[in-house]
Each structure stands twice: as structure tokens, then as C-alpha cells.
């Protein structure tokens, strides 16, 4: 029999026994993957989990996203790329948690690994997006801000088209929780960490949501350059501000950037003292951060 015969036999007999055939999966744009070969190095399954208090994590190995329980609903903090969302959701599932329950999502930075995901997280929540002033366009756009040292090999990724700019040191109240922004530039101008209070019977800390503070960029761009000077002095200016600030907890967008792979494997293994209460790693993940951009500015200068 020919194959187009048979193929056609078939489709005929799903009919004749009051069958539809399936339909092919819908293409969701917002959904649709970016660079998916290279962000298979970030998103390594991990299971959700809490980490202190109203602090959890329900994103993957390579990349963090936060959420953070109230008692008038959930906090998201960044959204990983599209090809991650539907991930991200069970993850919250799993927890005990809706996705609907969702009512603000917080953004680090515009940059696709870490806003790739929010527009269709946001439409699937109704949550409202809180962002920087300044990233606030790169967000509207889907792509970065112009002067960006990455945005020669950046992704674009979907528009976040519902947005609300806030100041640095502005406070966003749900329920019984208060979260600070922190303008913390230089990875890119717009960056934004957060910050709260959460205990554990009597014993409370301050949790940090940290935005990346790696001074890496496209080839080409030098940080020693007089016109990047600006650029320069954004990093100089959030590394004494992440040093300075109440920091009991430390989370960062990407957590090999502050010990958090090691953190999260020794909690659970139930480890007894909690291995992400350390007040000093604010101040450390600067420290590293000021010596990694030293390190870059002294081999400029040097012609390499």
C-alpha cells in the first residue's frame, strides 16, 4: 500500500470512530525559546524550595527566581527566559502556590536571561511589573538600553508592555511584608536589588534579592575608556552601597556569583545551621564583584 494511501486510510478510521485527531501544540510568542542551546547552561532542573521564613526559590540551577510568600499573596522576583516559564509555574505549583496568586513581579535587570520571561508570566498572574526608571524602557522594548557594554550579542525577548518605574529606596507593601528597592547600576544602568524582613518564629533577617554585579561585556567595549567612565563610577558607586547594606540573606540573579550552588546543596542536605543566614555576604559579593572589574580595568590599560 502506498504511504499516502495508508496515511489517508487512517485519518479516515480516527473519523469513522467519532475521534479528532490532535491538534498540533499553539504557538505561544511569548513562550517562544531564546538561544536555547546556550541557556541549557543555566537551567539545570532544581526543585523548588524555601529557603528562610517567607523566602523561597523556584528556579533552576543556573539561575535563580525568588518568590516571596505575604499574607495577601506572592511575590515574584525575575521571570528567566520564556523557554523556562511553563517550569517556573509548576514550580510554584509544587510549593502549594498558584501562579494567580501572583501579584507583583520584580526585575533585577532588562537583560533576557533574567526579563525573558515576565511578559508571559505577567499575563498568566495579572501580576504588576515593578522595574528601575531606567530599565523601564528596555523592558517596553524587549531588548537592552543602548549603552549596555552587553548589547551587541544580547537577545531581544518578548515586550513587558505593563510597567510601573520605581525610585531607588521606595517601598512596595503586601500584606504583612515590605520590600525596598535598591538602584544597584552597572552590570546594566537599570539594575535593581531588593530587599525584606523574614522570620522564623523569633529569629528574623533581612533577605536580599541582589542584581548581578559582573562588569563583563561584548568584545570590543573597554571599561577604561573616557567615555565609559560613567559606567565606571555606577559600579563603584553600588559596590560601597551592597557593602553597606542590612543583608542577613543573600540571593543573586545568578547563584554561582555568591556561593549560592554550595548554599543551596548543603541545605538540602539539612545542614544544621542554615547556610544562606551570613551577614556577611553582601559585603563579600561586592568585594569579589570591585576586584573582578579592578582586574579588568588593570588589563585594559595594559593593552590586552
Known amino acids: 500500500m502506498?504511504?499516502?494511501?495508508?496515511?489517508?486510510?487512517?485519518?479516515?478510521?480516527?473519523?469513522?470512530?467519532?475521534?479528532?485527531?490532535?491538534?498540533?501544540?499553539?504557538?505561544?510568542?511569548?513562550?517562544?525559546?531564546?538561544?536555547?542551546?546556550?541557556?541549557?547552561?543555566?537551567?539545570?532542573?532544581?526543585?523548588?524550595?524555601?529557603?528562610?521564613?517567607?523566602?523561597?526559590?523556584?528556579?533552576?540551577?543556573?539561575?535563580?527566581?525568588?518568590?516571596?510568600?505575604?499574607?495577601?499573596?506572592?511575590?515574584?522576583?525575575?521571570?528567566?527566559?520564556?523557554q523556562a516559564v511553563t517550569q517556573v509555574e509548576a514550580n510554584i505549583r509544587e510549593l502549594g502556590f498558584s501562579i494567580k496568586q501572583v501579584k507583583y513581579i520584580l526585575s533585577t535587570e532588562p537583560h533576557y536571561d533574567h526579563s525573558g520571561g515576565i511578559a508571559a508570566l505577567a499575563r498568566d498572574s495579572g501580576a504588576t511589573v515593578l522595574a528601575g526608571a531606567t530599565a523601564v524602557a528596555a523592558l517596553r522594548q524587549g531588548g537592552a538600553e543602548p549603552d549596555d557594554p552587553q548589547?551587541?550579542?544580547?537577545?531581544?525577548?518578548?515586550?513587558?508592555?505593563?510597567?510601573?518605574?520605581?525610585?531607588?529606596?521606595?517601598?512596595?507593601?503586601?500584606?504583612?511584608?515590605?520590600?525596598?528597592?535598591?538602584?544597584?547600576?552597572?552590570?546594566?544602568?537599570?539594575?535593581?536589588?531588593?530587599?525584606?524582613?523574614?522570620?522564623?518564629?523569633?529569629?528574623?533577617?533581612?533577605a536580599v534579592f541582589a542584581s548581578s554585579l559582573n562588569p563583563i561585556s561584548a568584545d570590543g567595549y573597554r571599561f577604561s575608556d573616557p567615555a565609559n567612565r560613567g559606567r565606571v563610577a555606577m559600579f563603584r558607586a553600588t559596590f560601597a552601597k551592597v557593602r553597606a547594606m542590612p543583608c542577613d540573606l543573600l540571593v543573586t540573579a545568578h547563584p554561582d556569583q555568591s556561593g549560592g550552588v554550595e548554599k543551596l546543596a548543603a541545605l538540602r542536605k539539612g545542614q544544621r545551621a542554615n547556610p544562606f543566614l551570613a551577614p556577611g555576604a553582601c559585603r563579600a559579593y561586592a568585594d569579589k564583584h570591585e576586584a573582578l572589574l579592578d582586574a579588568r580595568l588593570v588589563k585594559e590599560l595594559a593593552g590586552k
Open 2 to 82: 502506498k504511504p499516502a494511501l495508508a496515511l489517508a486510510i487512517s485519518f479516515a478510521a480516527i473519523l469513522c470512530a467519532g475521534i479528532a485527531p490532535a491538534a498540533p501544540p499553539e504557538d505561544d510568542p511569548l513562550l517562544r525559546p531564546i538561544v536555547p542551546d546556550y541557556a541549557k547552561r543555566w537551567l539545570g532542573h532544581e526543585e523548588p524550595v524555601r529557603l528562610f521564613g517567607n523566602a523561597y526559590l523556584v528556579g533552576f540551577a543556573g539561575l535563580n527566581v525568588g518568590l516571596i510568600r505575604t499574607s495577601a499573596g506572592l511575590v515574584l522576583i525575575d521571570g528567566a527566559v520564556p
Open 151 to 206: 548589547a551587541a550579542f544580547l537577545e531581544r525577548y518578548p515586550a513587558v508592555p505593563k510597567l510601573r518605574a520605581v525610585r531607588d529606596g521606595e517601598t512596595i507593601r503586601l500584606g504583612d511584608t515590605v520590600i525596598t528597592a535598591h538602584a544597584t547600576p552597572g552590570h546594566t544602568a537599570g539594575s535593581m536589588s531588593w530587599s525584606w524582613r523574614t522570620c522564623e518564629g523569633k529569629r528574623c533577617a533581612t
